[in-house]
């Protein structure tokens, strides 16, 4: 017997030199500056929070993954660093894909970390606790998509997600760890040297000179120019060249929806009160991290003032993407520049230096009529004070607590609730404005205004549709669980779109009608936040001034005229049944 103890306390003490799977997951996100994970426990990832939050990282649990997921893409948008979105395996997974798919779409970097099942049953269809084939699943909605299978690979395969997400056009990045990769013990010294500190994860592209050239010929020759600021443009971070370009050239500029604040809505170049103007009117039109896709009418069509749906208007296109394969997607491309925005436009800067003239005041003049003639008429609308209140009404309050603390994020969704804050609520500062994207998708709204506080610091100001927010709802407790300093405002209508549906048969309630005068602000009393019932401005104003001032989670039931909005916001063009009605 007195043999044996010492052996089992020296297996003891071997068994303690080792390290695991998790530990090497952790010590490889640290290392490469990444403090942040949002998640959702469960098997076989559990401990990996425990321990992740042990190490210090900052582990926020959330009340659904798909919530989780979007925090992460907003997280990876505002900060150029993957944002990492933790999930259990089949269900849990699935649960975060649609925020994986999300992030592809609109280019933010993300990394989807799924624990998944035993690999030999899974790929024998055994029936495995929760199997799933995931990596196959999730290639297809993915930039990149890697599984680790041995804990030795586990800094190769965090190196190289974190390159996929972040490096040339950024995206949603598809990680996965089976079960038993976790509990593999190494040496710590023999970990530690596979672990990889990745350098230069998302390079500089320099523009060619002749793409610089021809790009700067092209604007020169522009009568009637216009500059179009993408949300990549935001990405970015070169707030201060881009800012430079647009005041040194003169051009009129339309901000993308997250691209608006990158010069104040405020600035006189900002063409945005004009849109309908200066798209059609322009004969040269210099895209800045934006895409040609459906939100531009797809750079063709009446829109742009061609003839018909599919015509060319005549517009001639610089287009500036990190993306190679961007240009000519939609219409042809006469000077695309391809490289890093902040690159691209610093040579552009040098090349205009010299002789370059405004454009013609005949232009420039013309879309200033236009725009002070739109702003004038919207600042009719906003003076009034119907009752019950409507969208104008309750977002001029919206817009002066905006104006009053330009500091603060501004989260937005839903249909009318989104399309008007767009064009009322002013933006003053860059990347304050995180919404629906390119998808236009419901259920961003919670997760974001999360990412959004904890990421910034700052207060969260959210403008839902009743809809909208209903997709992420359950997450004010977990607003409330951190006590994040966000002013959730529901719009609430009774519905989608509008309250005012029937079911023809008269059986039940139409699909597109809620409960009505539902109360959203008991949800938030619920967990310990700040619920308000808002019937008219004032009272709006009051409970966002106290909000903000107060840094309480906050929920105001902003009751709005159910009769108020249109039928899928500013697209009903694109709802096939509406436009057989017409
Ligand atoms: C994930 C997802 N499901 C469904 C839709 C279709 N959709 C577009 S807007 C919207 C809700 C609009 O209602 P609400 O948020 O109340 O805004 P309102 O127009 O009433 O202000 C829905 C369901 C979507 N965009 N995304
Ligand atoms: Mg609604």
């Known amino acids: 017997m007195g043999t044996v103890e010492p052996q089992i306390a020296n297996a003891g003490d071997a068994q303690a030199k080792l390290t695991d799977g998790f530990q090497l997951v952790i010590d490889a996100l640290k290392l490469n500056g990444i403090d942040t994970i949002y998640g959702l426990p469960g098997i076989p990832i559990t401990d990996l929070t425990r321990r992740a939050q042990g190490e210090g990282m900052r582990v926020l649990a959330f009340r659904h993954e798909q919530s989780a997921g979007y925090a992460a893409s907003i997280a990876g948008f505002l900060t150029r660093k993957p944002g990492i979105c933790l999930t259990v ?67 190769v395969g965090i190196a190289r997600a974190i390159r996929a997400a972040v490096s040339g056009r950024p995206g949603g990045v598809y990680l996965d760890l089976p079960a038993k990769l976790f509990a593999q013990s190494i040496d710590p010294e023999l970990g530690r040297k596979t672990l990889i500190k990745v350098v230069d994860a998302a390079p500089r592209q320099i523009p060619a000179p002749e793409a610089v050239q021809r790009a700067a010929e092209l604007l020169k020759s522009a009568k009637k120019p216009l500059i179009v600021l993408g949300k990549g443009a935001a990405y970015a971070q070169c707030d201060s060249e881009i800012r430079n370009l647009i005041e040194k050239t003169g051009i009129p500029y339309l901000p993308m929806s997250m691209a608006k604040g990158l010069l104040p809505d405020s600035h006189e170049q900002c063409a945005s009160a004009a849109r309908s103007f200066v798209l059609p009117g322009a004969d040269v039109v210099m895209l800045i991290g934006a895409r040609l896709n459906w939100l531009l009418s797809h750079g063709k069509g009446k829109t742009w003032g061609g003839k018909g749906a599919k015509d060319w208007g005549g517009q001639k296109f610089v287009q500036i993407d990190i993306s190679p394969q961007e240009a000519d997607s939609n219409v042809r491309i006469e000077a695309p520049l391809v490289g890093d925005i902040g690159s691209c436009i610093s040579s552009l800067l040098k090349e205009i230096d010299s002789g370059w003239l405004k454009p013609p005041a005949a232009w420039t003049n013309a879309v200033a009529e236009k725009k002070n003639g739109n702003v004038a008429k919207m600042a009719e609308t906003l003076a009034k004070n119907p009752s019950p ?105 009774n519905g989608v779109y509008k309250g005012t549906d029937k079911d023809p048969t008269g059986r039940d309630p139409a699909p597109t009608v809620f409960v009505k005068g539902a109360r959203y602000d008991k949800l938030m009393e619920a967990f310990g936040g700040v619920g308000v019932n808002a019937t008219t401005p004032s009272e709006l104003r009051k409970a966002m001034e106290e909000a903000i001032r107060s840094k309480k989670p906050t929920l105001v039931n902003a009751v709005i005229d159910e009769t108020a909005g249109t039928e899928s916001g500013r697209i009903t063009s694109l709802n096939p049944s509406a436009a057989k009605k017409k």
């Not at 998944?116 to 990596?135: A, C, F, P, T, W």
């Not at 905006?402 to 008007?420: T, Y």
């Open 89 to 155: 395996s089949a269900p849990g997974f699935l649960n975060g894909l649609n925020a994986l798919a999300h992030a592809t779409v609109n280019c933010f970097p993300m990394i989807l970390i799924s624990g998944s099942s035993e690999r030999e049953i899974v790929d024998l269809q055994q029936g495995d606790y929760e199997e799933m084939d995931q990596l196959a699943i999730a290639k297809p909605v993915a930039k990149a998509a890697y599984r680790v299978l041995h804990a030795e690979d586990i800094g």
């Open 389 to 493: 209140m409507n969208f104008h009404s309750a977002l001029n309050v919206v817009r002066d607590i905006v104006k009053a603390n330009p500091e603060a994020m501004l989260v937005n969704e839903g249909a009318n609730a989104l399309d008007f804050t767009r064009s009322i609520v002013d933006m003053y500062r860059p990347r304050k404005r995180i919404d629906v994207g390119t998808w236009g998708i419901m259920g961003v709204g919670m997760g974001y205004c999360v990412a959004a506080a904890v990421v910034t610091g700052q207060p969260v100001i959210a403008i839902e549709g009743d809809s909208a927010f209903g997709f992420s709802g359950m997450e004010v407790e977990t607003i409330c669980r951190y006590g994040l300093p966000v002013c959730i405002v529901v719009m609430n209508n």
